[in-house]
């Protein structure tokens, strides 16, 4: 069964402290692998996607790497405003199409 | 502007009715998708679409309904037989395999 974890559930950190979420997956036909900010109440805006192991992606303050068993998402000096839920999701083939398979996310708390 | 449109915002039923979720986009993408979000679990699949005229259940189908007439149009109902139907529902796009999926603002559903 396609299976993807994310760790930690929650993380509290200070202005500028930097740290790493991560996301493991157990997929059979990984076609990629999503990442999305979500705020409260509303839907998920897409961060970045990665296709291959060893491929990493930067967006101001974040990194996100893959290798074949996870992925991390790296953020350096965080501010207030980067206080989100982290979603990640594996992007699987079926025979209906694509579709991508969430993990619980990791809830982020920035705070002065 | 282009995007995924869901309204209402906010819906409320009593229990024992059907209520339909409007999902539109603008965006020419061939793909839906429907979500549903509870607290502290991640979103889950309920259906999914790649032609106009086809698709297929997802993870948790059971007590809901679709149809897609329309390209742009996915509308999701959820029926009496749905056992627990107060949610975050979360309408989703995509062009073809590997590009980014989108998310619309979702629906709040809260049955009474």
């Known amino acids: 069964e396609d299976q993807v974890t994310q760790s930690p559930e929650a993380l509290r950190l200070q202005e500028g402290e930097s740290s790493s979420l991560n996301c493991s997956y157990t997929v059979s036909g990984l076609r990629g692998l999503f990442w999305y900010r979500q705020d409260p109440g509303k839907g998920p805006e897409f961060l970045f996607t990665l296709y291959s192991a060893g491929e990493e992606k930067e967006k101001e303050r974040l990194k996100a790497t893959l290798t074949k068993k996870e992925s991390f998402l790296h953020i350096t000096a965080p501010k207030p405003e980067d206080s989100a839920t982290y979603l990640c999701a594996a992007d699987i083939l079926t025979g209906g199409g694509n579709k991508l398979t969430f993990g619980t996310g990791t809830q982020l708390k920035v705070e002065l | 502007d282009g995007g995924i449109t869901q309204s209402p915002k906010y819906l409320f039923r009593k229990e024992g009715q059907n209520v339909t979720l409007s999902c539109e986009q603008n965006?020419?993408?061939?793909?839906m998708y429907w979500y549903r979000q509870d607290p502290g679990q991640g979103l889950r699949l309920i259906y999914y679409?790649?032609?106009?005229?086809?698709?297929q259940k997802g993870d948790i189908a059971e007590g809901y309904s679709v149809s897609r007439e329309k390209k742009e149009s996915f509308p999701l109902t959820v029926t009496s037989a749905q056992k627990n139907p107060t949610a975050f529902y979360l309408c989703a796009s995509r062009q073809a395999a590997h590009d980014t999926q989108y998310f619309g603002p979702g629906t709040r559903l809260t049955v009474l």
């Open positions: 965006l020419n993408h061939d793909a």
């Open positions: 679409s790649q032609i106009v005229n086809d698709f």
